[in-house]
């Protein structure tokens, strides 16, 4: 699986947009990229996922550069309880085994 | 609340004890994952359950370590003798066919 850099931290002002970003330059075809975070004290959560389109559900967009070799999480209005560590994941999709290998991810700090 | 449930949430133990943690993964999940995480890290990969078969097992399992999914429902994860690097969080995670895992809330473990 490909490996991925993030910035080991942000700061985002309540209620405005939070971009974070992921370089996966080593990326290949059949690779997708996927976002979980870690709320403080709690189990990794799912965000999204996505191959070569852009991606949006209810709670972030996924924008994925036309070579591939990054992408950006958008939470459009961050909230306090964005505050977390974000992980960016790039791997295959094998039929639903999905063994994930996490990196250190970006701790995202939202404040008032 | 139908999501993954581990138990104990807290486990506080001598070097040398055996220690034993559950994973009640989403019913209808085939697949159970555990990993751990140590602080300031991100979760590591241990091993992986499709129904009733361990299918996949890390290299940082040692032989200390074992796991069972004995009926394809909970989950066993048992550490024999203790030592101070076991101390971690261990979290347990499920999914189906589909790419999102759900991961449960982990037992941290402390050893003394």
């Known amino acids: 699986d490909a490996k991925t850099t993030q910035p080991t931290s942000m700061d985002c002002a309540e209620g405005r947009a939070a971009n974070l970003p992921c370089n996966h330059s080593t990326i290949s075809g059949n690779e997708y990229v996927y976002w979980y975070r870690q709320i403080h004290s709690q189990g990794p959560q799912y965000i999204i996922h996505g191959l070569k389109n852009n991606e949006t559900n209810e709670m972030a967009s996924l924008i994925i550069t036309e070579d591939r070799k990054s992408s950006t999480l958008i939470l459009p209005h961050a909230t306090l309880r964005d505050t977390a560590v974000y992980y960016c994941i790039v791997r295959a999709f094998s039929g639903g085994y999905n063994k994930l290998i996490f990196g250190a991810g970006t701790r995202l700090a939202v404040h008032p | 609340d139908t999501g993954v449930s581990q138990d104990p949430r807290h486990k506080i133990t001598k070097r040398g004890q055996n220690v034993t943690f559950r994973c009640d993964p989403i019913?209808?999940?085939?697949?159970l994952y555990w990993y751990r995480q140590t602080l300031g890290q991100g979760p590591e990969f241990l091993t992986y359950?499709?129904?009733?078969?361990?299918?996949?097992k890390s290299r940082l399992l040692s032989d200390r370590f074992s796991a069972e999914r004995p009926k394809g429902s909970f989950s066993t994860l048992e550490i024999q003798r203790t030592e101070q690097g076991d101390s971690a969080m261990y979290l347990c995670?499920?999914?189906?066919?589909?790419?999102?895992?759900?991961f449960g809330p982990g037992t941290r473990l402390t050893v003394l």
């Open positions: 019913s209808e999940h085939n697949r």
């Open positions: 359950f499709q129904n009733e078969a361990q299918l996949e």
């Open positions: 995670a499920s999914s189906s066919s589909g790419d999102e895992q759900f």
